[in-house]
């Protein structure tokens, strides 16, 4: 299958950008958030990720962090994920303006969505691949530096 060929302002002419940002989840939290993504090959970023965790995610090339990133320029608005639907939904405003998005789940958040919607979530910005660009905060703020976005 071939994938579309897109123009948009992100690496490899994606659409938009999107961060999937995790805040402090619990060790059982953290076990399906990394097999989901897992399952998919997408990288995201967390703050305050569990110790028997850390490992296994840097190996991955994570973004690991201490503190949620200062907003800026190197981080973009920040967005409630509560459900998939308001993800798909704003996802697709993105691609429509060329944003950058960090979905943000607090535990709380995490609990909301559950292990199958954020399994059925991943899937579909999998699918949405070649026009969306999913990867940790850093590594999208490193290209925009680098690139000028």
């Given at each position: 299958m071939t994938e579309p060929t897109t123009t948009g302002p992100w690496k490899e002419g994606r659409l938009c950008a999107a961060t999937l940002l995790y805040i402090n989840p619990t060790e059982t939290q953290m076990a399906w958030v990394a097999a989901n993504h897992q399952a998919v090959g997408i990288r995201a970023t967390v703050v305050g990720a569990p110790d028997a965790?850390?490992?296994?995610?840097?190996?991955?090339?994570?973004?690991?962090?201490?503190?949620?990133?200062?907003?800026?320029?190197?981080?973009?608005?920040?967005?409630?994920?509560?459900?998939?639907?308001?993800?798909?939904?704003h996802v697709a405003a993105d691609k429509?303006?060329?944003a950058w998005s960090a979905w943000e789940w607090d535990r709380d958040r995490l609990d909301t969505l559950g292990a199958e919607a954020h399994a059925s979530?991943?899937?579909?910005?999998?699918?949405?691949?070649?026009?969306?660009?999913?990867?940790?905060?850093?590594d999208i703020a490193d290209w925009k530096q680098t690139h000028g976005s």
């Open positions: 965790f850390a490992s296994e995610l840097r190996a991955r090339n994570w973004d690991l962090r201490e503190q949620p990133p200062e907003p800026g320029t190197a981080a973009p608005a920040k967005r409630s994920g509560v459900t998939a639907d308001r993800v798909r939904e429509a303006t060329g979530l991943l899937r579909w910005l999998g699918e949405e691949h070649a026009r969306v660009w999913c990867a940790p905060l850093r």
